[in-house]
Each structure stands twice: as structure tokens, then as C-alpha cells.
């Protein structure tokens, strides 16, 4: 019941924010395989990408990086809505019996917020 509701949240969101389609940022760092190289458009026009579909569904890793290293590239709405989506989903999976991995999450939410802050 998580995973499907996580599935659904996380893809669901990117579909319905028109603001976070914009041209892909020149700042980000395609690394061979990270999945960041068939640029997410999740209905955007074309030769623009969804950053919350680049978060989303990319490497975490890639995604932690680019938004620690150049948290201006991104509009300040979109790391709102990471750390504010992410947040619950942590602290809700942190509480489960289940491997979750809590440490990329954690560096996600306070990347995407101090983004935000500043």
C-alpha cells in the first residue's frame, strides 16, 4: 500500500505543476546511465524538461548533486515541493519495519530546502 501510494504521489505531481517545465538546465551534470539522459518531459512542449520529473524519477544521487552544487539553476517552487513532498514520505517510511534507506533522503530534503532558503 506505501509503494503504490508513493508511485502514484510521485507521479502524479510533475503532471500537474505547468511551472516547472523549462528548457534543460545547462549546469546539470549527465552522468552515463544516471537517468537523467532521456530528459523527462511529462507534458511539457518540446526541447523543455519537468524538474520535478528530473527529480523524481533520475538518480538521486545525480539529483542531489545538482541541487547542492547549483540550487539557483532550479525554480525555487520546485525545491519546495521536493522537500515538502519528500519530507512525509521520509519520516512515514522511517517509521516502517522496512529497508528504506533513509540517508539519501534525508541530504534530498535538506538540499531541496536550503535551495529554497538560501
Given at each position: 500500500a506505501?509503494?503504490?501510494?508513493?508511485?502514484?504521489?510521485?507521479?502524479?505531481?510533475p503532471l500537474l505543476t505547468s511551472w516547472s517545465c523549462k528548457a534543460p538546465m545547462a549546469t546539470l551534470q549527465v552522468e552515463e546511465g544516471s537517468g537523467f539522459d532521456f530528459n523527462h518531459r511529462f507534458d511539457c512542449p518540446p526541447a523543455q524538461v519537468n524538474e520535478l520529473g528530473i527529480i523524481f524519477f533520475g538518480?538521486?544521487?545525480?539529483?542531489?548533486?545538482s541541487i547542492l552544487a547549483h540550487p539557483e539553476a532550479y525554480d525555487p517552487r520546485t525545491l519546495l515541493t521536493v522537500g515538502f513532498v519528500f519530507f512525509p514520505l521520509m519520516t512515514l517510511t522511517f517509521g516502517v519495519s522496512l529497508?528504506?534507506?533513509?540517508?539519501?533522503?534525508?541530504v534530498l530534503v535538506g538540499g531541496a530546502l536550503g535551495g529554497y532558503a538560501g
Open positions: 506505501l509503494s503504490a501510494f508513493t508511485s502514484i504521489l510521485l507521479f502524479t505531481i538518480s538521486r544521487v545525480a539529483a542531489i548533486k529497508p528504506t534507506g533513509i540517508f539519501m533522503s534525508t
